[in-house]
């Protein structure tokens, strides 16, 4: 087979369709799903109705993969979910420092820098020079916590609700909610640009 | 195993680069590889675990060089010689053989067809197993992760072994990936949340409030 991976994936899909154990149309599913379904916007729908409805929240800090399921959204890789609340002196941070675990269901497929060395190697030793990269300064006295991903459980941070943002429809959140927010790499800016930890 | 994949804690990676407006795959076969994997994931001939470890097995330098996805394609191609569903050969040529010693075949694997990808993603693959066995630790005691170094696949990375911290939470039963890995049975235990103060970890530079929580099976602690 030839080296370039584009020709490679090629040469094998073809190869894997011929002898019948793919379905194409089937790959363009999954690929769809990922592409347009299942994303950040799914995460930020969770966290918008944990701002507005303390029961809702309370549940999901409890049992995330009961909560989320209750909007609908569950399977692979969010098989089994935990929720991290940012709080005024907390912080927490997601990595998988072995390979690259994410909530699928929750954020879609990772980032590239997610996945990346810079990202799994320093998160765990520096986590605040990593946030620094990303333009977040902690203070000092914030305790930060790193979840490394290194078994089935995924997580989902659950940030901060901004100031200023009392009067906003679960959807007007929603729409303020990133999905740096919720891997813990951002806070929730307001449309303003202040922002709240 | 000691490999370039367990990365915690190691310096000289380089900043990390976030990308503004990053599309969901940056090249046609990077979103083709991916389905692929899935696709054939739903013959269960492999588990999670394995397909973990056949990436961890690609030569150190090589996987520092590739793409997530190239590793992936590593990975993938392995698997589907290893497990028989392409022969050496046909992986070579990219050509099929008529080989009935190859296993792979639309008669023995029907293909993942498009209408049941929505309940094959909606269903997903739980770790999780029913178990009658009682926990052996609980929150809040402290526990060290035993200095373990097998040359197989584990998931109790390197920068946490020797280390003592404080159970945070006691997740469940779930299947062992040391044994899972290697096709030597599920084996499942309790996996315990276990908080490190960074400066056990890391040392005296670190934050005195900071933590680091990870994820561990039984087998990987003992009373601290």
Known sequence: MPSDPALRVMALESLLVEKGLVDPQALDALIEAYEHRIGPHNGAKVVAKAWQDPGYKARLLTDAGAAIAELGFGGLQGEHMVAVENTPTVHNLVVCTLCSCYPYPLLGLPPVWYKSAPYRSRAVIDPRGVLREFGLELPAETEVRVWDSTAELRYLVLPQRPAGTEGMSEAQLASLITRDTMIGVALVQTPSGAGAR | ?224
Request: without cysteine; proline residues 7%.
């Open chain 2, 1 to 224: 195993m000691n490999g370039v994949h367990d990365m915690g804690g190691m310096h000289g990676m380089g900043p990390v680069q976030p990308e503004q407006d990053e599309p969901v795959f940056h090249h046609r076969w990077e979103a083709r590889v991916f389905a692929l994997v899935r696709a054939m994931g739903k013959f269960g001939r492999w588990n999670i675990d394995a397909h973990r470890h056949q990436r961890e097995l690609i030569p150190a330098a090589e996987q520092l060089r590739m793409s997530y996805y190239e590793r992936w394609l590593a990975g993938f191609s392995g698997l589907l010689v290893r497990h028989g569903f392409l022969s050496a050969e046909e992986l070579a040529t990219g050509r099929p053989v008529e080989d009935a010693s190859v296993a792979g075949s639309a008669r023995l694997s029907p293909a993942l067809p498009a209408d049941k990808v929505p309940a094959f993603i909606a269903s997903g693959s739980p770790a999780s197993r029913k178990s009658a066995s009682a926990p052996r630790f609980r929150a809040g005691q402290r526990v060290r992760a035993r200095n373990l170094n097998p040359t197989g696949h584990t998931r109790l990375p390197r920068y946490a072994r020797g280390k003592t911290g404080i159970v945070d939470r006691v997740h469940g039963v779930f299947v062992f990936p040391d044994t899972n890995a290697h096709f030597l049975g599920e084996h499942p235990q309790h996996v315990y949340s276990v908080r490190f103060e960074a400066r056990e970890l890391w040392g005296d530079a670190a934050a005195p409030q900071d933590s680091v929580h990870v994820d561990l099976w039984e087998s990987y602690l003992e009373a601290g």
